[in-house]
């Protein structure tokens, strides 16, 4: 009861202090301004009312932190009255949450999803045995009676295609000139040419450059064959996007450009998905078309022994839910092709020898023929009874594989129907066979050519009519294998250097979107009359966001990030990419350039003479980023920090000077930040005597540009590493004459090699460098073992070699890395990072530890640079051995979305337990959780418990057999990225049995956030006269540490094509979060409790107006209806766990 009353006292005190302190600073600030303006120049009066803004702007987050603190004290009040009961407010902070023993507010706990088909289960359950199926080699031999459709006919939708990869064996541009836009002209001829003729499209990235080539005579073409539904636009995505190596950012964002492209150029959106060429497929995937509007889909490129299953259950058309949620809403119908591939043979029915016939693309006397030796027939008068016969038993056999009477059949393959023969070949036959169909009742067919919506709305209403329902699954279709013990676990890893380029971009995109929006919102601001300033070149600028947006959407094709296109076609998307990322940098330092401005109408945009520059450049799209250096000189120069993420941030800021020593203070107070000079090595023991590594430390508020003064300082002045170098039996020569250099001898030289902070203690290998040990601040201590590992493939000269999509390791497996010559050690010890640097041949790799408070500091940062070019067919890995009791399981992520159990099987081949790992992969057992978290997508697995590896590069001398008809050889000097976390789990974790459901930590959910997003450091040329300037700060604090600002992203004006609109995109993801690991001392940041989010107060003071949720593609029709929409203040909006929520608003 004391303590009850001694709390209220303390909140009503601290609130009327605070309140009183807070309006006699605004009273006195607001006197001085006006006393100031009486004796002030008119020409000063815009930059006093600034100044003015600014104070206001500070005493504003003044008052929100000390509300925050005050909930905080009532939470605590009413936790002390209630004992535990939930207190009323949406974000709880940490501090007071953790408190509790039992779960944190709002996590997720692991559970076992029960209902349904669980993948996980099926894998369990089946015996891989590959046994040989007949006609259907994969398969079984089908059975039919003949009157199975006496009461309900079989009804067939023969649906033509034309598989267009936006790259593969040719550019994009080149397989367009060559043949997709003969592909497009024809169907408009063919289609036009008889109503009864059908077809479905699926990339628009090709559909919007002919759009640009014809006349607006064929457009009203196009129109009209898609309103009377001949022409259907399936999935609508700028490319049919890979769903292993795609960062769910990517995957959405090119969805949207092709459905905005869709909505605005032919007033249309799809309601299908189509994915039959990606290898192997996601359930984020699922969720985001769902979240777009889709209802259905089908998906090709799913391991053949599940198939099989499948088939055999008659569970090949299914609701698609996703693992995480327990209720229907995330449903989506999948229909999953049942055969080897999505070509005609294996399309019409389980008898390839027999469905080629049926391809009258192969008629004889044509380029392409049937391997099986029997050609197709012209249909005529005689021979149309048994050819009919013949297909009708092919659609007979291949109906029995699904509940319903409705049968699905795809007519097509990859770049199919270039020429008009074609078209006339296919269809003309075809509908010979389908008159003959209604000629004849008593077989029982309706066969029409139809799209995939003809087919989706027929199977729905026989569902329905029968009172049936399609069975619900769970789970991911990873690894693909298309036979016999060839799985797709090698494009997991192809082609790394573009992985992390394609990464890369995508950060640099989200920032530019994100700072552009808040730039054109403050402009409109500024003005008064919601328009923009003259001098500021908006369209420009859009026309860039958009080649970037489009870039990136055109990378996530199923061979293009995955790595598995030729040569000259990957030096093309690096090409893409390379000039997206300098492109957008214009964007972005034109929006931070006015942002800071303290007087606006000194901006000047002169795109030669830039008024700052980002401090990294690549120099080619092959190239890795270097830092510019920066002159120090005795005046200040200016370096702008933008921090992209939503949450307020302690971070390590990095440039390259030029003499060693400098100091570096907060422009706007004054206040000196800590600091560290390293070297920068030229060699592994040489260091420049030019070049010298400045980092200090940033405190970076969220979606802030903050401006630091850097100058030259006095002698000796700033903090420089230390530095210690081992080699085994042959101590190096170190050339560093600025920095002090030790060499260990004797028993020093032999004991573990140690770093600390106040968060973790790590011990490696003196011999190697490499880690053995880590200890938290807690007291957990695990033995974690860094190894790194050569693979090599299969040998024999009629053998399958790994190749750009399949790993085939050979029978040794992996064995652990070993040089003839021992490695270079270096450690480095200084008061804002510590790091040790092995410098074996093929790769360096460095272990850092951050001198931070906050997260930043609790995770240990592991880089490698690989270079491999010297090998043949080799792959290298690198491998964690800990002692977490993990068992056989393993969690990886799906796209950064969620994360999904896996479990290492010993009845599958090594090659078959390798998943695919956007972001994070984690083991664990009751007491603790390890977790690796990644800035690049590659192959990951745990081989043995306690064991994690990841595969880093990959070098292969031939081709897999695959279609490519070339190895992988164009390896680069390639960078990956790391953060390596120990967790506690706490408050009693269970194992769940079963196929459980884990989230990643609040703490690694925010590693992952930062890794990802790394603050943006721009400088300010040298002989630039620097203007006034002053931070930019959006926000009053930071987002809750579970929201997720995924976009902010600028709309085209309706009326005005390639302009901006008023009008952005809120793209918002509601983290799900582990319940047993809270970590010691809590968390800086808040978490929401409970569903409803206040969205006004989470994004204080930005002005949110015309709020209105949407699907998230953005789609107008898929708008809630008006009396639907909540237009007044406060916007309370349900953000459930998971889901991602998407809005169409202005920033007034």
């Not at 990235?205 to 759009?211: D, H, I, L, R, T």
């Not at 809750?1040 to 005005?1056: F, G, I, M, V, Y």
Request: proline share 6%; charged share 20%; net charge neutral.
């Amino acid at each position: 009861m004391k303590r009850s009353r001694l709390l209220a006292v303390l909140v009503g005190g601290v609130f009327c202090v605070a309140v009183m302190s807070l309006y006699r600073m605004l009273e006195l600030m607001q006197g001085a301004e006006l006393q100031q303006r009486g004796n002030t120049p008119s020409g000063q009066v815009d930059e006093d009312l600034y100044r003015l803004q600014e104070k206001i702007d500070r005493l504003e987050r003044l008052l929100s932190d000390n509300n925050r603190l005050v909930a905080t004290l009532r939470d605590a009040l009413i936790r002390s009255k209630a004992s535990g009961e939930p207190g009323g407010r949406a974000n709880v902070s940490s501090d007071s949450a953790h408190r509790q023993p039992a779960v944190l507010p709002g996590c997720r706990l692991a559970e076992e999803m029960k209902d349904g088909v669980q993948l996980l289960d099926v894998y369990d359950l089946l015996p891989f045995d590959n046994a040989d199926g007949g006609a259907w080699k994969q398969g079984f031999d089908i059975r039919y009676q003949g009157n199975e459709w006496d009461k309900q006919p079989l009804e067939v939708f023969l649906v033509p295609h034309s598989h267009n990869d936006p790259g593969w064996l040719k550019t994009f541009d080149r397989y367009y000139d060559d043949q997709t836009k003969h592909i497009l002209n024809n169907m408009l001829i063919k289609l036009t040419e008889d109503s009864r003729r059908k077809m479905i499209w699926a990339e628009i990235s090709y559909f919007s450059k002919w759009w640009n080539d014809i006349s607006e005579k064929q457009r009203e073409t196009v129109r009209r064959l898609l309103g009377a539904g001949q022409l259907e636009l399936v999935t609508g995505g700028w490319v049919m996007a890979d769903e292993a190596n795609s960062h769910y950012y990517a995957l959405l964002d090119q969805l949207m450009e092709g459905h905005q492209w869709m909505e605005r150029h032919l007033g249309v959106s799809p309601s299908s998905g189509w994915a039959i060429d990606p290898f192997g497929h996601s359930p984020s995937m699922a969720y985001l078309l769902k979240g777009a509007g889709l209802s259905n889909m089908v998906i090709q490129r799913v391991h053949y022994a599940v198939k099989k299953h499948f088939a055999q259950q008659q569970t090949l058309e299914f609701l698609w839910r996703q693992s995480w949620d327990s209720s229907p809403r995330s449903d989506i119908t999948c229909h999953m092709m049942p055969f080897y591939s999505y070509d005609v043979p294996h399309t019409c029915g389980p008898n390839p020898a027999v469905c080629c016939q049926f391809d009258f693309h192969r008629l004889p006397g044509g380029r392409v023929f049937c391997p099986w030796r029997i050609p197709p027939q012209p249909i005529t008068e005689q021979n149309i009874k048994e050819r009919a016969g013949v297909l009708l038993d092919q659609y007979r056999q291949k109906s029995r594989l699904f509940r319903s009477p409705v049968l699905f059949v795809p007519l097509g393959d990859d770049f199919r129907f270039v020429d008009a023969s074609e078209w006339d070949a296919q269809f003309t036959n075809y509908q010979k066979l389908f008159d003959y169909f209604d000629k004849h009742p008593e077989l029982h067919v309706k066969a029409r050519f139809g799209t995939l919506s003809d087919y989706f709305q027929a199977l729905q209403r026989r569902l329905s009519t029968a009172g049936d329902s399609l069975p619900t699954l769970r789970g991911d279709f990873f690894t693909y294998a298309d036979r016999d013990d060839h799985y797709w676990s090698g494009y997991f890893t192809s082609r790394p250097f573009y992985k992390r380029l394609d990464r890369t971009l995508e950060a640099t995109l989200r920032a530019t979107e994100i700072l552009f929006s808040l730039a054109l919102a403050e402009m409109r601001r500024f003005r008064g009359d919601g328009r923009l300033p003259e001098g500021f070149p908006a369209s420009e600028h859009f026309g860039r966001l958009t080649a970037g947006r489009r870039s990136l959407a055109l990378f996530q094709h199923h061979d293009a990030v995955t790595g598995t296109a030729r040569d000259p076609v990957v030096v093309d998307y690096g090409t893409r990419l390379f000039q997206s990322i300098l492109n957008l940098h214009q964007v972005l330092q034109s929006s931070a350039h006015w942002l800071l401005l303290l007087d606006k109408s000194q901006y000047h945009h002169d795109q030669s003479k830039p008024f700052m520059l980002t401090d990294d450049v690549m120099s080619s799209q092959d190239a890795l980023p270097q830092k510019i250096p920066f002159t120090l000189r005795n005046e200040p120069r200016s370096l702008v920090v933008f921090n992209p993420t939503e949450q307020w941030r302690s971070t390590v800021v990095s440039v390259v000077v030029d003499a060693p020593d400098a100091r570096v203070v907060d422009a706007e107070t004054g206040r000196p930040m800590a600091a560290q000079i390293s070297a920068v090595w030229a060699e592994p023991s040489r260091a420049s005597t030019e070049s010298f590594q400045l980092d200090f430390v940033a405190e970076l508020p969220p979606l802030a540009l903050v401006v630091y003064h850097v100058t030259r300082a006095s002698p000796g002045s700033t903090h420089r590493a230390h530095y210690t170098f081992h080699r085994r039996g042959d101590p190096p020569t170190v050339q560093a004459e600025h920095f002090k250099v030790s060499h260990p001898q004797g028993a020093e030289a032999d004991a573990p090699l140690s770093l600390s902070n106040n968060h973790i203690q790590i011990w490696s290998s003196p011999e190697t460098g490499l880690l053995q040990k880590l200890r938290l601040q807690s007291g957990l201590v695990r033995q974690v073992q860094v190894q790194f590992l050569w693979y090599g493939t299969r040998t024999g000269a009629n053998r399958d070699k790994s190749g750009a999509y399949l790993f085939l390791p050979g029978e040794e497996g992996g064995q652990v890395y070993s040089s003839s010559e021992p490695p270079l050690v270096r450690v480095t010890r200084g008061p804002v990072f510590s790091d040790i640097t092995s410098c074996f041949r093929h790769f360096t790799h460095t272990l850092r530890l951050f001198h931070l408070d906050g997260h930043a500091g609790r995770s240990l940062e592991i880089s490698n640079m690989v270079d491999i070019r010297s090998e043949v067919n080799r792959e290298l890995a690198m491998r964690l051995v800990s002692g977490v009791a993990s068992g056989n399981r393993f969690y990886s992520d799906l796209n950064g979305f969620q994360m999904q159990q896996r479990r290492t099987l010993a009845k599958l081949p090594l090659q078959a337990n390798f998943y695919p790992m956007t972001t994070a992969a984690f083991l664990q057992d009751t007491v603790s959780r390890m977790t690796l978290l990644a800035a690049q997508s590659q192959a990951v697995a745990s081989l043995r418990p306690g064991e994690l590896e990841v595969v880093l590069d990959r070098r292969l001398q031939q081709d897999d057999n695959r279609g490519l008809g070339q190895g992988v050889t164009d390896n680069k000097l390639t960078a990956s990225l790391y953060h390596l976390l120990l967790e506690d789990r706490r408050g009693g974790a269970q194992e769940v049995k079963g196929a459980s459901v884990e989230h990643l930590s609040l703490l690694a959910h925010l590693t992952s956030l930062s890794l990802s997003h790394p603050p943006i450091t721009m400088v300010i040329p040298d002989n630039s006269q620097v203007p006034k300037l002053r931070p930019f700060l959006p926000l009053h604090s930071s987002l809750p540490c579970d929201l997720h600002l995924l976009n902010l992203r600028t709309l085209e004006d309706r009326q005005e094509a390639g302009s901006p609109s008023q009008e952005v995109a809120l793209l918002l993801h509601r983290k799900g979060f582990d319940c047993s690991s809270a970590p010691e001392p809590p968390l800086e940041c808040t978490w929401s409790m409970h569903e409803e989010v206040d969205l006004d107060a989470v994004f204080s003071p930005l002005p949110l107006r015309s709020l209105r949720r949407s699907a998230l593609t953005l789609l107008r029709q898929h708008d809630p209806p008006e009396s639907a929409q909540q237009q007044q203040s406060p916007r309370i909006t349900r953000l459930r766990p998971m889901e991602i929520s998407a809005f169409r608003l202005e920033l007034d």
